[in-house]
């Protein structure tokens, strides 16, 4: 049985880190669709928990974890339009 391809499989932290290492950024997001039709995320910028919320309200964030400015969650929905709304959200912010 294939396990469910998550943010432990992929080690989005060394993704991360590479990424702020070797880009100016202001907003940073990591989307990994599962075997389940949802996506992993693992964001960096500021005012996550704003964003969460909405989700929430939306019916979109299945689980999250983290702080203000650096979260992972659990989305459903489609890719393009779980990213159009967080970078609609930072852009707002």
């Given at each position: 049985m294939d396990s469910e391809?998550?943010?432990?499989?992929?080690?989005?932290?060394?993704?991360?880190s590479e990424l702020q290492k070797s880009i100016t950024y202001t907003s940073?997001?990591?989307l990994i669709e599962n075997d389940k039709g949802k996506f992993k995320?693992?964001?960096r910028?500021?005012?996550?928990?704003n964003i969460?919320?909405?989700l929430v309200s939306l019916g979109k964030l299945v689980k999250r974890g983290g702080h203000s400015y650096s979260s992972g969650c659990t989305?459903?929905?489609?890719?393009?339009?779980?990213?159009?709304?967080?970078?609609?959200?930072?852009?707002?912010?």
């Open positions: 391809k998550n943010l432990n499989t992929v080690n989005h932290k060394a993704i991360i940073l997001v990591l995320g693992s964001l910028t500021f005012n996550l928990n969460c919320s909405k989305v459903i929905g489609s890719y393009k339009d779980i990213l159009e709304f967080i970078a609609t959200e930072i852009s707002s912010s």
